[in-house]
């Protein structure tokens, strides 16, 4: 067996989709966004039943109403994972399990994107599985263990998104609530709406974008919708981009936000902004 090396052109030639979550507040208009995708290429994951705002849209619809179909659907979308044993959800026994439930997975081809609404969802029924789990049980008392029940959440819904991460050949974009807090100093700030803490923290550095959909305002105070892709922005949203693409502020359209990022790649000189330190004064010696 000779070393498995990918070589660049081989990597390159490969299909491969973007991993994004897309986070705002309320009524922004992020269930929209499908309208912005093929629907003939793209699968509409609807854990919110709140389709209203898309109705006439031509797209395929699942509807997972448990935390146990959430994870049916994403191994049957993204396939085994090798490294698990027979026993775990993501296995190879989970996989075969489920597409005997579901049929063949070639129904799945025909789909480029999955459009998950929403993570916020996600994470209660998440949530609401593993405080009936016996992780989630004092063994001295008896009592519910919320602190086993946070700990089992966060292993959970990290598993859940790191295997849709993995279907390389599909973009998945997750949808969510974004809160704004205020801190001990009164100073404002932004989280995702996802139960527990953990789940939040390591999304970025999970997905491939971290967008924010937020209202701005321009010069004359005229506001508008933008999406918000970089870490280093103004406002102290939370933004992320990996593929070193995208400006600061985009047109809240996210297939032609896609179209970018599959654009070629910038040489590498430019994929970061930093300034240089100052020069320091020449020192005399007198």
């Known amino acids: 067996m000779s070393l498995p090396i990918i070589s660049a052109d081989a990597r390159l030639a490969e299909p491969r989709g973007v991993k994004g979550c897309i986070f705002g507040k309320s009524g922004i208009g992020k269930?929209?966004?499908?309208?912005?995708?093929?629907?003939q290429s793209t699968l509409f994951m609807d854990l919110e039943a709140g389709d209203l705002a898309i109705e006439g849209w031509q797209g395929d619809t699942i509807r997972p109403r448990t935390w146990t179909e959430c994870r049916d659907f994403a191994v049957f979308i993204g396939g085994p994972n090798p490294a698990l044993?027979?026993?775990?959800?993501?296995?190879?026994?989970?996989?075969?399990?489920?597409?005997?439930?579901?049929?063949?997975?070639?129904?799945?081809?025909?789909?480029?994107?999955?459009?998950?609404?929403?993570i916020t969802v996600a994470g209660r029924l998440c949530f609401g599985w593993c405080k009936g789990q016996p992780e989630a049980t004092s063994e001295k008392t008896g009592?519910?263990?919320?602190?086993?029940?946070?700990?089992?959440?966060?292993?959970e819904m990290i598993g859940w998104l790191t295997h849709l991460q993995h279907t390389r050949a599909k973009s998945v974009w997750l949808v969510g609530i974004l809160d704004e807090?205020?801190?001990?100093?009164?100073?404002?700030?932004?989280?995702?709406q996802?139960?527990?803490?953990k789940t939040g923290?390591?999304?970025?550095?999970?997905?491939?974008?971290?967008?924010?959909?937020?209202?701005?305002?321009?010069?004359?105070?005229a506001p508008y919708r933008a999406f918000v892709c970089q870490t280093l922005n103004p406002w102290g949203y939370p933004a992320?981009?990996?593929?070193?693409?995208?400006?600061?502020?985009?047109?809240?359209?996210l297939g032609r936000l896609m179209e970018k990022i599959r654009q070629p790649a910038p040489p590498a000189s430019e994929r970061l902004t930093f300034a240089r330190p100052a020069a320091a004064p020449a020192q005399s010696d007198t």
């Open 143 to 155: 009592k519910p263990d919320i602190r086993g029940a946070y700990g089992l959440h966060g292993r």
């Open 181 to 192: 807090r205020l801190d001990d100093f009164n100073r404002r700030y932004f989280v995702p």
């Open 194 to 197: 996802i139960d527990g803490s």
């Open 201 to 221: 923290l390591e999304l970025p550095g999970i997905v491939d974008e971290v967008i924010t959909m937020a209202e701005l305002a321009d010069e004359g105070g």
């Open 85 to 118: 044993r027979d026993d775990p959800s993501y296995s190879a026994a989970h996989y075969e399990a489920v597409c005997a439930k579901f049929g063949d997975p070639a129904a799945l081809e025909r789909y480029d994107t999955i459009f998950v609404d929403s």
């Open 31 to 39: 269930t929209t966004l499908l309208w912005t995708l093929d629907a």
């Open 240 to 253: 992320k981009d990996r593929s070193g693409r995208l400006d600061q502020l985009e047109e809240p359209h």
